[in-house]
């Protein structure tokens, strides 16, 4: 099974495309979406589209994984965060992907077995996991964690 996990995000959206076979995971795509700061949301939300779109068609996932919104102070941050959300999973629906939602405390909790790990622990466990070779980004390992939880959940579902 071939996993795509996003990390949304109206700046810097992280992706992570892993394989699982049986118990083993392998890495094969991974980074992090870079979107012009200073353009309009507006103008943001289709180059995400577009990029996604290009990610999917390149790696072929059979499923995806989106990391659930989580409630925030600031709720104009929220709302952006929600809209590309929005067009991350419009553009994973149109790729007929079968989609999961995770909270970032289970996210970590499938990882570390800690729902409060902070995010160097992540990247440090999925560098050692994955054999990446190089040091993930926060996104980017973020993203390969969700992949990596969805793929997990899916293979319950399964027995």
């Known amino acids: 099974m071939i996993v795509v996990g996003i990390d949304p995000g109206t700046i810097k959206a992280g992706y992570g495309v892993i394989r ?12 992090v979406i870079r ?3 200073k353009a309009p949301l507006d103008e943001r939300l289709p180059v995400l589209y577009e990029k996604l779109t290009e ?15 989580f409630f925030s102070k600031n709720a104009n941050s929220a ?16 790729h007929n992907l079968e989609i999961g939602s995770y909270a970032p405390t289970v996210v970590k909790k499938s990882i570390i077995g800690a729902g409060r790990a902070d ?6 466990v999925l560098e050692m ?20 939880c969805h793929a997990n959940a899916s293979a319950f579902k399964i027995r």
């Open 129 to 148: 996991i994955l054999k990446t070779g190089r040091p993930l980004q926060e996104d980017e390992a973020d993203a390969l964690a969700i992949a990596i």
């Open 55 to 69: 990610i999917l068609a390149s790696t072929g996932p059979d499923e995806a994984a989106v990391e659930s919104l």
């Open 119 to 124: 995010k160097t622990q992540i990247q440090k």
């Open 20 to 31: 699982k076979d049986g118990s083993r995971i392998t890495r094969l795509d991974s980074g």
């Open 79 to 94: 709302l952006k965060l929600g809209h590309a959300r929005g067009v991350i999973l419009l553009c994973l629906k149109q």
């Open 35 to 37: 979107l012009n700061a």
